[in-house]
């Protein structure tokens, strides 16, 4: 058996002794204590209203990228079967009765010639008209 070289020797002994051998640990425990799955990306600050000038209406004045104002939230017309149970306030077995019986009509959406989308999409225009013909008078 051949004789370790002292400087290596030497060498891990140190690496051995100093704190970056726990790094690793270290490094995992601090993992370990933050929220579970993947981190989510960092969203850019809003642009300022000073920052946007007439000319470039819209734009980062550094970048001249889109910078999107706030919009209120646009609400869809057609809605999911849990969307639709949702609005309604009941079950979404109790949608797919209603779609079944025909007190509610589903929007079919054409994919190509005597193909249609399968989800099953309802107009909140007919979600509030149900709505209407269920009040009392």
Same mark, same amino acid.
């Given at each position: @058996?051949?004789?370790?070289?002292?400087? &290596?020797s030497?060498?891990? @002994?140190?690496?051995?002794?100093t704190?970056? !051998? =726990? %790094?690793? %640990?270290?490094?995992? *425990? @601090?993992?370990?204590?933050?929220? #579970?799955?993947? /981190?989510?990306?960092?969203?850019p600050?809003p642009? !300022?209203?000073?920052?946007?000038?007439?000319?470039?209406?819209?734009?980062?004045?550094?970048?001249?990228?889109?910078?999107y104002?706030?919009?209120?939230?646009?609400?869809?017309?057609?809605l999911?079967?849990? !969307?639709?149970?949702?609005?309604l $306030?009941?079950?979404?077995?109790?949608?797919r =009765?209603?779609? &079944? *019986? $025909?007190?509610?009509?589903?929007? *079919?959406? #054409?994919l $190509?010639?005597?193909?249609?989308l399968?989800? %099953?999409?309802f107009?909140?225009?007919d979600?509030?008209?149900?709505?209407?013909?269920?009040k *009392? /008078?």
């Open positions: @058996m051949a004789p370790l070289d002292s400087a &290596a030497q060498h891990r @002994m140190r690496r051995h002794d704190a970056e !051998a =726990d %790094l690793p %640990l270290a490094a995992a *425990s @601090m993992r370990l204590r933050r929220k #579970p799955g993947r /981190p989510r990306k960092v969203l600050a642009v !300022a209203p000073d920052e946007i000038h007439n000319v470039d209406r819209g734009r980062h004045p550094r970048t001249k990228a889109v910078a104002e706030a919009v209120d939230r646009l609400l869809p017309r057609l999911d079967l849990k !969307a639709a149970a949702a609005y $306030g009941v079950s979404a077995w109790t949608v =009765d209603l779609e &079944a *019986s $025909g007190t509610l009509r589903r929007v *079919s959406i #054409p $190509g010639p005597g193909r249609d399968r989800k %099953l999409l107009d909140r225009r979600l509030d008209l149900l709505v209407e013909t269920w *009392s /008078p």
